[in-house]
């Protein structure tokens, strides 16, 4: 979409009624793996089409919100006004918590009493569970959110920067579990209204049919507005590197089996489309030592997503020397985007082979004691790439102790990163130090073992006290509703699930965690004390209630469970046992969330053990002009940087970024360590 440059906005269908999701013209989504320039494409294609005439909204959902420092602007979750000329150009950062509250405000009555009507639960417990926080919220309000902003105005355009892949997945099946919820409420109901029938001899519909029919209605109208091209289409993001292009054939895939159209690949930061970078010496020009691998490499690549994406209108975006940030930046950047053309011939490239299991001395030393390492960061500055490196040295230098590289990003990579196929069990890293094993997360697998668990647990409840009651299919059909109904949240609920196991069982002395981008991982930190308040109500509930269903397994299950979560929110907490590695890029966008990312973990009191500022360029008499400016230019960041981190780590780029043990390990040798500097407190 971002070649409106060269081509008008398609027009779509004309407006309908304002409160229909058909009322919004255009819908375009900006997605990609992490890091990769969503916010900016997102906000620089806006900017163009403004200034076209255009009257567009550029609203980001990402929970860690970048699209007011691509704009340079203060952004709420209400619209404003950023830029005019021509158009006008609107925007806004979306608020979930204040979406949810909206929504069920509107709703919460409707809701409490289908829950009494169709539940054993009273008012006090409806109330109780209402009350409570709801992990993944962002997704399931998400959609509704954008149809809101959309109808507040006649935006002629509505251009969405999402999260990271596996999340804006979640966001755009959001119709399909608004129309469970719809069914589960229907359920809930029907108990209600077989009972008015039975016992008034007739049943007359009210407001609460109005409100389930209402839901349903939503839900239907936003899977037809997502899965049709003349109204909405996503446009995928992707650098010419391996890690997302190999996420780019899996993401691209998966929005298309939605019904979504994907019909434009913009590939950003692309080195070939800026002025070919030249080393001037006194016996003429030379080639630089940075610049041209990273050439050969991306001549590999470009040629690699033309193969992948045949049929697909294929745009380049150069890589700038600095972060476009405000709207006269971004405007510039959509005005250099070109449609891709072949690349020159690629030469093999290689890194040097690490020799041993351990080249150096460990860059980040940790106390003996610590059992857990969270890596994380925003998404695309490298974590990934940077967990493996510090999985495997941790590894060598810990040669008695089984260490576990755990991904929770439900977008994984470490298996790419690694040259190796992951699975949900964990397995032994080939060519790595034998004491280290990975596992890639499956959450809904995790979540259908839980599932058949409590299928067996309803039979047999229903067997032993509800056979032969008149009602007893309407409370089964509930509760079987509710268990096929997967909760938002999912990913992190099992994740931390997954870290609790893996510590209980004892066979891991130490796990490394690849996270998902900032802020999920900040609402995952946050799960286990939103949890543990489900479980006491939960348990509130089943004590209440014991007469009737009694405690069976499931009172056990939640005591072991609040026992856990309660030892984990202690283990998170304590300096000791626990370490936080933030990674982060020296250029502006990425440092500003570093430092919002670095402040939260304050405030949570999970301690920040080292920042990584990954991907430095290495200046030098064997490098060009441009190379050694980009490296003048990452001073400032990396300053900036250091005042926040207890140790400040450099991980230099390296074309093409490594991939598999030995590449992983020869990279860390490189990294270089700076002494503690005071913290700010």
């Not at 509505?158 to 399909?176: I, Q, Y």
């Not at 996270?515 to 089943?542: D, E, F, Q």
């Not at 005591?559 to 020296?586: E, G, H, N, S, Y």
């Not at 940087?641 to 207890?646: E, T, Y």
Request: aromatic share 4%; proline share 6%; charged share 25%.
């Amino acid at each position: 979409m971002i070649e409106r440059i060269a081509e008008r906005w398609d027009q779509g269908s004309g407006r309908t009624t304002r409160g229909s999701v058909a009322a919004v013209r255009r819908l375009t989504f900006f997605g990609g793996k992490g890091g990769v320039g969503k916010t900016t494409c997102a906000a620089a294609a806006a900017t163009r089409a403004a200034r076209e005439g255009a009257t567009v909204l550029v609203v980001s959902t990402d929970p860690a919100h970048s699209l007011a420092d691509a704009l340079d602007a203060k952004l709420g979750a209400a619209p404003q006004v950023v830029a005019r000329g021509g158009g006008l150009l609107f925007a806004a950062q979306l608020d979930a918590d204040r979406a949810l509250s909206r929504w069920l405000g509107e709703r919460r009555g409707a809701f409490k009493t289908i829950a009494e009507r169709g539940t054993y639960l009273d008012e006090e417990d409806v109330d109780a569970l209402f009350s409570l926080s709801l992990p993944g919220v962002d997704e399931l309000v998400g959609l509704l959110e954008l149809a809101r902003l959309a109808r507040s105005r006649a935006f002629d355009h509505v251009v969405v920067d999402t999260a990271p892949t596996g999340h804006t997945l979640r966001l755009l099946e959001m119709p399909d579990t608004l129309l469970r919820v719809a069914e589960v409420l229907d359920d809930m109901h029907a108990k209600h209204r077989f009972l008015a029938s039975s016992l008034g001899g007739r049943w007359r519909p009210d407001f609460a049919d109005e409100i389930i029919a209402g839901v349903e209605r939503d839900a239907t109208e936003l899977r037809a507005w997502l899965r049709d091209p003349a109204r909405c289409s996503f446009t995928w993001i992707t650098l010419p590197e391996a890690l997302p292009i190999d996420e780019s054939e899996d993401g691209v895939r998966a929005i298309e089996s939605l019904g979504i159209a994907v019909p434009t690949i913009v590939v950003n930061r692309v080195w070939s489309a800026a002025p070919a970078p030249v080393r001037r010496t006194a016996d003429g020009p030379a080639r630089c030592a940075s610049c041209d691998p990273r050439l050969a490499a991306e001549a590999a690549n470009l040629a690699r997503i033309r193969r992948v994406f045949p049929h697909k209108r294929i745009l380049e975006l150069p890589a700038l020397d600095r972060e476009p940030r405000g709207v006269e930046a971004l405007a510039d950047l959509a005005a250099r985007a070109r449609r891709t053309r072949p690349a020159m011939r690629a030469a093999r490239v290689a890194l040097p082979e690490a020799r041993g299991a351990r080249t150096t001395p460990g860059v980040l030393e940790l106390a003996p004691s610590i059992r857990l390492v969270l890596v994380g960061g925003k998404g695309g500055v490298g974590k990934t790439t940077a967990a493996c490196a510090l999985a495997l040295d941790l590894a060598a230098s810990r040669p008695k102790e089984r260490v576990l590289l755990l991904s929770i990003d439900p977008a994984h990579s470490v298996g790419d990163a690694l040259g190796m196929t992951l699975g949900d069990d964990a397995a032994r890293v080939a060519g790595g130090p034998k004491n280290l094993h990975a596992r890639e997360l499956d959450a809904a697998r995790a979540f259908e073992i839980e599932r058949e668990k409590y299928r067996d647990a309803i039979d047999d409840l229903f067997a032993s006290i509800f056979r032969g009651r008149m009602d007893a299919s309407f409370d089964r059909a509930v509760l079987e509703d509710l268990l096929d109904l997967a909760p938002p949240g999912l990913d992190e609920l099992f994740a931390i699930l997954a870290m609790i196991d893996a510590l209980d069982r004892g066979e891991e002395q130490l796990l490394v965690v690849d996270t998902a981008p900032t802020g999920h991982t900040l609402r995952l930190l946050a799960l286990p004390a939103n949890a543990l308040a489900w479980v006491h109500a939960i348990m509130s509930i089943i004590l209440k209630y014991r007469r009737v269903v009694g405690l069976g397994e499931l009172a056990s299950d939640l005591t072991r469970l609040a026992k856990r979560l309660r030892a984990l929110m202690a283990l998170l907490a304590d300096p000791k046992r626990t370490a936080f590695v933030a990674v982060t890029r020296a250029a502006d966008l990425p440092r500003l969330e570093t430092e919002r990312l670095a402040s939260k973990l304050r405030e949570m009191r999970v301690p920040l053990a080292a920042i990584v500022v990954n991907a430095v360029t290495e200046g030098g008499q064997d490098r060009c002009a441009r190379c050694n400016e980009a490296a003048a230019a990452e001073r400032a960041p990396i300053e900036r940087l250091a005042r926040r981190a207890p140790t400040l780590i450099r991980a230099p780029a390296v074309h093409p970024p490594p991939r598999g043990p030995a590449a992983l390990q020869a990279w860390y040798a490189r990294w270089q360590a700076r002494a503690m500097l005071p913290r700010r407190r």
